[in-house]
């Protein structure tokens, strides 16, 4: 390597199969200040994510009395406290469903992401492939769609029948971002083998780039790589652990165990494996490979080890605790999913570049299906986002609409990514008014 620009990668052959390590934000990418692109002067390009956690939260629970900055979280939402002034919090909003049938955690989540329920009239692509239209036109992957249950479900689409499916398995997530060739998203089969590339490292076949590489930048930019480089071998020796077969014990006779294990909707797996997956999501934004990504909870299917009652039969079958006033397994499996997104937004923040951080340059919109999914309720949706958009929006704000519709949120979004229109939705979803308030 003999001269480092913002396209540079380190690459090398793994198990006969290429691989590539893209390069976090250096300080000599940037100007004296940290802030703009040296070799132009442009800001540093904008992220934005879409997290979609279905099943509302508890009523009561999580607005917050007071409107604008300096808002205290309400208790379900306390854990959100040491990332307040990083997120806005939007109450009151609504779904419409202009009198058609309410087909339960689909037409809401239709609405949310393109702004239209499916049976009225043809559908375009999600707002995040609008977005992705705009500022993922020119990075490896156009957008990445992780599901944290494991499964290939997905709300990113390009059209009404276009999906973009997501990959459930920390393992092949890894292998498809260190590996050699673009997969498309939109294609209708997607088997990657991921014990091609995750049982060896893939730092270990750039050694001798990594110690050039050292050799080029300063004292500053060195400690940077080495904390990027320590953080790929640690999401490496994880998945290496969860593709060993487990020791055998004499005392017990089970059936043969598979190699990898397969990510499920177990929320004590789902903690292990949405830490590696946010790790790699945040790695895979750091270093260009992509601008957009879409995280799916499948909150509905969690379950916990040794229970049969999933997340979403508890919001309809357990009964309010009397001396509470609410639905006891459905707040913790509200709290546990919670932490999941406080979790991801502090990786987003511990990824330093120049005088900020990742999450300074991303926008992540947090959006649900209900207010409250015990009684499928339309009214008083919870949405938030994370970050500032590289400066172009606010952020420790709570903003009150009641009554007016969810898509307004969607509209703003839209706007503050560049993607040019001035109204979005159909019929009572359909809008023309962003939120002002939260504008740079």
């Not at 997104?341 to 991303?362: A, N, P, S, W, Y």
Request: glycine content about 8%; aromatic content about 8%.
């Amino acid at each position: 390597m003999t001269t480092l620009t913002r396209r540079s990668a380190l690459r090398g052959v793994v198990g006969g199969s290429a691989v590539t390590v893209g390069l976090p934000f250096l300080d000599c990418y940037l100007n004296n200040n940290g802030t703009a692109l040296a070799a132009t002067g442009a800001a540093l390009p904008v992220c934005f994510g879409h997290w979609l956690q279905a099943l509302g939260f508890n009523p009561g629970m999580w607005v917050p009395k007071k409107i604008g900055a300096g808002y205290e979280n309400n208790v379900q939402l306390k854990l959100f406290d040491p990332i307040r002034d990083k997120i806005n919090i939007f109450s009151g909003m609504k779904y419409f469903l202009d009198g058609r049938p309410h087909e339960t955690h689909t037409s809401t989540v239709q609405i949310a992401t393109t702004g239209a329920v499916f049976d009225s009239g043809p559908i375009g692509p999600s707002l995040d492939s609008k977005i992705a239209d705009v500022i993922g036109t020119r990075t490896r992957f156009r957008s990445l769609e992780v599901a944290y249950d494991g499964s290939r479900q997905s709300w990113s689409r390009r059209s009404g029948t276009s999906i973009n499916p997501s990959e459930g398995s920390p393992a092949a997530l890894y292998k498809r971002i260190f590996g050699p060739e673009f997969q498309d998203p939109n294609a209708a089969e997607f088997t990657p083998d991921p014990m091609v590339v995750a049982r060896k490292s893939v730092l270990s076949a750039v050694t001798d780039q990594r110690a050039a590489l050292m050799k080029q930048v300063g004292a500053g930019d060195r400690v940077r790589l080495d904390e990027f480089f320590t953080s790929v071998r640690e999401i490496e020796n994880q998945l290496e652990l969860q593709l060993q077969k487990p020791s055998p014990m004499v005392a017990c006779t089970v059936p043969k165990a598979e190699d990898e294990v397969k990510p499920d909707s177990l929320v004590e797996t789902m903690e292990t494996n949405s830490k590696i997956m946010a790790k790699l999501v945040a790695y895979a934004l750091a270093c260009g490979q992509t601008r957009v990504f879409n995280t799916w909870l499948g909150a509905q299917q969690w379950r916990r080890r040794g229970s049969s009652y999933t997340w979403h039969s508890s919001t309809h079958e357990e009964s309010i605790d009397p001396a509470l006033g609410y639905q006891k397994v459905v707040y913790d499996f509200i709290h546990e999913a919670n932490q999941m997104f406080v979790d991801f937004v502090h990786i987003l923040d511990g990824v330093k570049e120049g005088d900020g951080t990742l999450l300074d340059r991303t926008l992540v919109l947090w959006q649900t299906d209900h207010g409250d999914a015990r009684t499928h309720s339309l009214e008083e949706i919870p949405i938030m986002t994370a970050g500032n958009a590289g400066g172009r929006m606010k952020s420790g704000m709570h903003v009150s609409a009641p009554g007016e519709a969810c898509t307004r949120v969607g509209l703003t979004v839209q706007q503050i990514m560049g993607v040019p229109l001035n109204t979005w939705g159909t019929r009572s979803n359909e809008t023309t008014k962003t939120f002002t308030e939260i504008l740079t």
